[in-house]
């Protein structure tokens, strides 16, 4: 499968952005999907993973929702209340095989795309 992330920009503190991944190659529905963030000097930061159910950082709880649209072959990061801290290179991430356990694991997903940029200004 391959991914291709898009929706990034520059908002202002409190603003919203979604942010999409659209598949090709396969189905989103064969795939547990989600999302990763990377900041600058930072380690790359498990975000949101969506399978039957969406599990989300506690970072990411409450404001960011991740949804799953099989007709469009895409999944989404609707992202509220951005925070300056939330500034990052977004990627989108896909898996066939991964477990519960592994999904803050970066090493453990197979498929990235390639990254939109998400830049809250204070």
């Known amino acids: 499968v391959q991914l291709q992330a898009s929706g990034g920009g520059l908002v202002q503190a409190g603003g919203s952005l979604r942010l999409s991944c659209a598949a090709s190659?396969?189905?989103?529905?064969?795939?547990?999907m989600g999302w990763f963030r990377q900041a600058p000097g930072k380690e790359r930061e498990f975000v949101a993973v969506f399978r039957r159910s969406a599990y989300y950082a506690q970072s990411a709880k409450g404001r960011f929702t991740i949804s799953r649209d099989n007709a469009a072959n895409t999944v989404y990061l609707q992202m509220n209340s951005l925070k300056p801290e939330d500034t990052a290179v977004y990627y989108c991430?896909?898996?066939?095989?991964?477990?519960?356990?592994?999904?803050?694991?970066?090493?453990?997903?197979?498929?990235w795309g390639q990254g939109t940029l998400v830049t809250v200004s204070s």
């Open positions: 991430v896909a898996d066939a095989g991964i477990i519960f356990s592994s999904y803050g694991d970066p090493r453990h997903w197979n498929y």
């Open positions: 190659g396969s189905t989103v529905s064969r795939y547990t």
